[in-house]
Antibody, heavy 119, light 107 residues
Framework: QVQLVQSGAAVRKPGSSVKVSCRASGGTFSNHVINWVRQAPGQGLEWMGNIIPISGAANYAQKFQGRVTITADESTSTAYIELSGLRSEDTAVYYC????????????WGQGTLVTVSS | DIQMTQSPSSLSASVGDRVTITCRTSQSISSYLNWYQQKPGKAPELLIYAASNLQSGVPSRFSGSGSGTDFTLTISRLQPEDFATYYCQQSYTTLRTFGQGTKVEIK
């Protein structure tokens, strides 16, 4: 049973960048899409973007275009999301979630990574 | 982007009640609609996929229906462990979107 294991919590200053990782334990990214979803404190789920690791093709929500980069290393079954120009509103839990390319739903999810943006 | 509207945003119900949550999309998405349950401090978990299919391990009191633009998640007899927030999500377009969530609270 594959598990997605994310990197630990991070604290960043406004204007800086953060990079969060997501590694597939007990499985691979083959034939999958890795999605990134965030959740601000007390708020709902917000889809940020995804990547097809085998090709490197990425898609981003319009809201984050120009500020987010999603990459993946298929050899280590690890995906990354990097968010730049951080502001306090980016304080959130960031989740990765795997989606089989022919099935179109998110399962499993990573445990989440809290990113706090504070001066 | 496809807009998703869930209703209600919250509800209070008692154990044993029948609960219905709706999700409406801004354009037709066929059956590309999934439902997730999230408990406080935890990652979301898949409940229903492709509008009406129960994920393995999910109790049969959960069911989903609908197609096109209107979808429903039903909990037939609410149990204590079902108090949580529920989200719909569309996978019709490359750019995925979620509904704003429905919080189910204890009456």
């Amino acid at each position: 049973q594959v598990q997605l294991v994310q990197s630990g919590a991070a604290v960043r200053k406004p204007g800086s960048s953060v990079k969060v990782s997501c590694r597939a334990s007990g499985g691979t990214f083959s034939n999958h899409v890795i999605n990134w979803v965030r959740q601000a404190p007390g708020q709902g789920l917000e889809w940020m973007g995804n990547i097809i690791p085998i090709s490197g093709a990425a898609n981003y929500a319009q809201k984050f275009q120009g500020r987010v980069t999603i990459t993946a290393d298929e050899s280590t079954s690890t995906a990354y999301i990097e968010l730049s120009g951080l502001r306090s509103e980016d304080t959130a839990v960031y989740y990765c979630a795997r989606e089989r390319r022919d099935l179109n739903w998110f399962d499993p999810w990573g445990q989440g990574t809290l990113v706090t943006v504070s001066s | 982007d496809i807009q998703m509207t869930q209703s209600p945003s919250s509800l209070s119900a008692s154990v044993g009640d029948r609960v219905t949550i709706t999700c409406r999309t801004s354009q037709s998405i066929s059956s590309y609609l999934n439902w997730y349950q999230q408990k406080p401090g935890k990652a979301p978990e898949l409940l229903i996929y492709a509008a009406s299919n129960l994920q393995s391990g999910v109790p049969s009191r959960f069911s989903g229906s609908g197609s096109g633009t209107d979808f429903t998640l039903t909990i037939s007899r609410l149990q204590p462990e079902d108090f949580a927030t529920y989200y719909c999500q569309q996978s019709y377009t490359t750019l995925r979107t979620f509904g704003q969530g429905t919080k189910v609270e204890i009456k």
